[in-house]
């Protein structure tokens, strides 16, 4: 978990309330993934950022939104419109260089737990 | 497409003895494979990556994995376990379709370990 911190631990939100997940790392890895995990399910990719001012969707990028303004933070928003947010958060970031090499080793932040009341 | 599989939902062992947490995977190409492991409300951490080179790969806390091609398999091993490596335990294959610079990751969906003392 060294390097890559995210914020809250725990996190409750009612039905229709938008909510924001903080990641932040100082790693200097230029791309930032986030991932959510179900039980069973192994971890999905929700949208990923590969340098400032630019990201991607994943495969379940639906009701969810990112904004990447500095290298060092990638904030997720689970809006209203995702239907079933209640689910662990992963935050994890790469190495420019592990990428030149082909390997893209991701690194994980100790995660967000996401409670729909 | 990509795919990796995780046959096992759990594994049970004594303290003590060997430990394997299997893994399959499909791919196109060259396999890039990691293992990852996740203790209760964390993030994943890094155990080891299989790129190219010796079949058998050394990672962190004394686990190792054995790249088998012919079986498709990358196993991951531990001579002695403890207790303390009860934990979730993931494979992930890196998919050979490129997100812009960098490649995504798949992960199985995940194997319980349980140490018994």
């Known amino acids: 978990d060294g390097g890559i911190t995210q914020s809250p631990k725990y996190l409750f939100r009612k039905e229709g309330q938008n909510v924001t997940l903080s990641c932040e790392q100082n790693l200097n890895h230029d791309a930032m993934y986030w991932y959510r995990q179900d039980p069973g399910q192994g971890l999905r990719l929700i949208y990923y950022s590969q340098i400032v001012n630019d990201f991607q969707k994943g495969d379940i990028a639906e009701g969810y939104s990112v904004s990447r303004e500095k290298k060092e933070s990638f904030p997720l928003t689970v809006t209203s419109a995702q239907k079933n947010p209640t689910a662990f958060y992963l935050c994890?970031?790469?190495?420019?260089?592990?990428?030149?090499?082909?390997?893209?080793?991701?690194?994980f932040g100790p995660g967000t737990r996401l409670t729909v009341l | 497409a990509q795919s990796v599989a995780q046959p096992e939902d759990q594994v049970k062992v004594a303290e003590g003895n060997p430990l394997t947490v299997k893994c399959t995977y499909s791919v196109s190409g060259n396999p890039y494979l990691f293992w990852y492991v996740q203790y209760p409300n964390r993030g994943l951490q890094f155990l080891l990556k299989?790129?190219?080179?010796?079949?058998l790969v050394k990672g962190s806390y004394g686990f190792e994995a054995e790249f088998n091609k012919s079986q498709t398999s990358f196993h991951l091993k531990k001579p002695s376990a403890l207790v303390s490596d009860s934990a979730l335990y993931f494979c992930a294959v890196r998919d050979m379709i490129r997100m812009d610079s960098s490649y995504k990751l798949i992960f199985g969906s995940g194997t319980r370990l349980l140490v018994r003392p």
């Open positions: 299989y790129i190219t080179g010796d079949n």
């Open positions: 994890a970031s790469s190495s420019s260089r592990d990428r030149v090499e082909g390997t893209d080793t991701q690194y």
